[in-house]
């Protein structure tokens, strides 16, 4: 077999050519697996609680259905993982590169922007929220020129006034300062 043809493993996923994962885990992995068992044992019940088992067709059981692959999915991969040797570094070592590989940056970034278009949005309303959330997000995100960025954002905003306060006749947020797109606000 050439060079280039030769299979490669993923390096990003640690599979290695022959589809078995026979990397070390990651740092962090196994205590983000047992969170997500929790939260899938914790769906499980809480759609146990909306009809319990009193007929194939009750309102739970597709809730039920979803959260008992969850559990199953989630203690495959533990198991999966649990064979692994664990990852070189321990201590701090292992948190901060926990932290590198599941928080970059750009997560924190765009992670913060949301969070002040929550806080923004009784302020400003909806759309001037929206507005400035989208631009702010494509200026950091998408890499493109300004003027793009800012002719995707208008044009999104108004086709999301049109849609859902023209077509829909939702009413949405105006916030405390009142704004709105003069002429569309029918």
């Known amino acids: 077999m050439s060079e280039t043809n030769a299979p490669v493993a993923d390096a990003a996923a640690g599979d290695q050519p022959d589809g078995h994962s026979q990397c070390r885990r990651r740092p962090g992995e196994g205590v983000f697996l047992l969170v997500a068992l929790g939260f899938a044992g914790w769906a499980l019940v809480e759609a146990y609680g909306i009809a319990g088992f009193t007929s194939l067709s009750s309102p739970g059981v597709f809730p039920m259905l979803a959260a008992a692959s969850m559990v199953a999915s989630s203690l495959f991969v533990l198991l999966d993982v649990r064979r692994r040797p664990p990852a070189g570094a321990s201590g701090w070592a292992i948190a901060a590169q926990f932290v590198r590989h599941v928080v970059p940056t750009r997560h924190v970034v765009v992670l913060a922007l949301i969070v002040a278009y ?38 999104l905003t108004v086709a999301v006034q049109v849609v859902f306060r023209v077509v829909f006749q939702v009413v949405l947020p105006t916030g405390s300062l009142g704004l709105t797109l003069p002429g569309l606000s029918f």
Not at 118 to 124: K, Q
């Open 118 to 155: 929550l806080v923004a949005m009784p302020a400003l309303g909806f759309l001037a929220s929206s507005a400035a959330f989208l631009l702010l997000a494509f200026l950091y995100l998408w890499r493109r020129p300004w003027w793009q960025a800012l002719l995707l954002t208008i044009t």
